[in-house]
């Protein structure tokens, strides 16, 4: 079955310290996403600078896929987002002061899942388009 270990070493019964703090990072950057998203009403996934010359009578940044609030994916893919991206701020933080390692594995599972979620993200702004 699929296992890792978050211990930095034999001689410590607690999760890395530095694996938790990116963790936390990385929730905290997710959640202001998910929030701007909200307090923006919209969410748009925009095309970056190409070297092809194909696609580069598009203008940089150019919108290519769009999910606005009156899409019925829209709230569900807010809240989840936020939720998420919150639980992988708290979770690391209990780990580091419980000492726990069922903190730090709930975490990064949170964080699995957030990225299996962007991708979903991308996905479904693509297919509804600008």
């Known amino acids: ?20 703090l990116f963790m936390f990072l990385f929730g ?12 923006s009403g919209k969410i748009e996934i925009r095309a970056g600078q190409s070297t092809k010359r194909q696609v580069a009578s598009q203008p ?22 936020v939720g998420l991206a919150a639980a992988i701020v708290v979770l690391p933080v209990i780990a580091f002061f419980t000492q726990q390692h ?8 949170c964080c699995v899942t957030l990225l299996l979620l962007a991708v979903v993200t991308v996905g479904a702004a693509l297919w509804a388009g600008p």
Do not use: H, K, N
Request: glycine share 12%; with cysteine.
């Open 102 to 109: 069922f903190y730090a594995r709930l975490a990064t599972y």
């Open 28 to 39: 905290l950057g997710m959640t202001a996403g998910g929030y701007q998203w909200l307090s």
């Open 1 to 20: 079955m699929f296992r890792f270990s978050i211990d930095t070493g034999p001689t410590t019964g607690r999760p890395d310290w530095r694996i938790l």
């Open 60 to 81: 940089p940044g150019a919108v290519e896929g769009r999910i606005e609030q009156t899409d019925w994916l829209y709230y569900p893919l807010c809240v989840s987002w």
